[in-house]
């Protein structure tokens, strides 16, 4: 997905990933003891600061403002779950902004990522990771990405996300939740498959 032609390159869609929906879906009930139930699930998947994207406490309180109105306005239950690269300042302050009835996970905890992935009814992931966003592709759920302003170009991750977009597969988050359906992305599978009648052939 990087944009690397050869003949012996092999073009993905989205960026390869080591996760299962088998797996996302064993991992539902993780985290179901630690939200109110009855509500629909919103979950934030949060990236980190990289050199095209700054996370500023500002750009960061719109996301959770945003946020903040759906919670409210649809009576959702919130799942924020950190990356390696979210800074702990960012989820200190996600815990002040939305308190304690909502759920954010403090720790890189990988069950408590694929439960909420498995629990969400509507999925946002911030506009740095194409990883991120490949992975909640796997669910066939909607997903919305919550952008950050740029330092410098980032065509690469624009290109991507416009494909994504094309696909029906991401919206970017605004002011409005909706549900649509698409072909769950798998590439690591499709990929794989190709690889091995290669490899056979």
Same mark, same amino acid.
């Given at each position: 997905h990087d944009s690397i032609d050869g003949p012996n390159v092999l073009i993905s869609k989205g960026a390869i990933h080591y996760l299962t929906l088998d797996e996302i879906n064993n991992a539902k009930n993780y985290l179901v003891n630690k939200i109110e139930k009855g509500k629909d699930v919103i979950t934030l998947i949060l990236g980190g600061p990289t050199k095209y994207y700054n996370y500023s406490?500002?750009?960061?309180?719109?996301?959770?403002?945003?946020? #903040?109105? @759906?919670? =409210?306005?649809?009576s959702l239950q919130l799942i924020v779950i950190p990356s390696n690269r979210? %800074?702990?300042?960012?989820? @200190?302050?996600?815990?002040? *902004?939305? !308190?304690? #009835? @909502?759920l954010i996970v403090d720790t890189v905890d990988k069950q408590a990522y694929l439960s909420g992935l498995a629990l969400a009814k509507y999925i946002i992931v911030t506009c740095d990771?194409?990883?991120?966003?490949?992975?909640?592709? =796997?669910? !066939?759920?909607?997903? *919305?990405?919550?952008?950050? %302003?740029? #330092? +410098?170009?980032?065509?690469r991750f624009k290109k991507? +996300? #416009? =494909? =994504?977009?094309?696909m029906n597969i991401i919206r970017k988050f605004e002011d409005e939740l909706d549900t649509w359906n698409y072909e769950k992305l798998d590439e690591t599978n499709r990929v794989a498959n190709i690889i091995k009648q290669k490899i056979n052939s």
């Amino acid at each position: 997905h990087d944009s690397i032609d050869g003949p012996n390159v092999l073009i993905s869609k989205g960026a390869i990933h080591y996760l299962t929906l088998d797996e996302i879906n064993n991992a539902k009930n993780y985290l179901v003891n630690k939200i109110e139930k009855g509500k629909d699930v919103i979950t934030l998947i949060l990236g980190g600061p990289t050199k095209y994207y700054n996370y500023s406490k500002e750009h960061i309180s719109e996301i959770f403002s945003k946020i #903040n109105k @759906q919670i =409210l306005e649809k009576s959702l239950q919130l799942i924020v779950i950190p990356s390696n690269r979210t %800074p702990e300042k960012i989820i @200190q302050f996600a815990k002040e *902004y939305f !308190g304690k #009835n @909502q759920l954010i996970v403090d720790t890189v905890d990988k069950q408590a990522y694929l439960s909420g992935l498995a629990l969400a009814k509507y999925i946002i992931v911030t506009c740095d990771s194409s990883s991120m966003i490949s992975e909640a592709a =796997l669910t !066939g759920k909607p997903i *919305y990405v919550a952008m950050i %302003p740029t #330092n +410098r170009s980032d065509k690469r991750f624009k290109k991507f +996300r #416009n =494909l =994504l977009e094309d696909m029906n597969i991401i919206r970017k988050f605004e002011d409005e939740l909706d549900t649509w359906n698409y072909e769950k992305l798998d590439e690591t599978n499709r990929v794989a498959n190709i690889i091995k009648q290669k490899i056979n052939s």
